[in-house]
């Protein structure tokens, strides 16, 4: 069994919560996917409630050195994601709540 959570098992957990068939529930998680993706790609930060944020930040171009002979080379400039933990998010997952969880079950059938 695997220890981690992939897109698919999203899609049956969305499916199985509010009743949606597989097709409608990967949709949906594309949709998110599709957003937040999109939000980064134009810059912006994307912050979930009480999980945490995701930014993108610029990583300049600079001198690098070749592993495999020693060479220095220019490593080209890229944006990668950074991810910062909201505290509300680690204490869930730490034991230190009182919370079970990060939200209320939304009503079947409001997504």
Known sequence: MS???SKR???KALADAEGLSQAKAE???NVVIEAITSALRD???VAISNVGT???HEIAERLAR???NGDTVIAEAVTVVRWRTSPTFIDVLSGRSE???LSTKAPKGSL
């Open 27 to 29: 949709r949906m998680v």
């Open 99 to 101: 919370r079970s969880s």
């Open 3 to 5: 220890d981690k959570t």
């Open 66 to 68: 070749d592993p495999r």
């Open 54 to 56: 995701l930014r993108p």
């Open 43 to 45: 810059g912006k930060s």
């Open 9 to 11: 098992h999203l899609i």
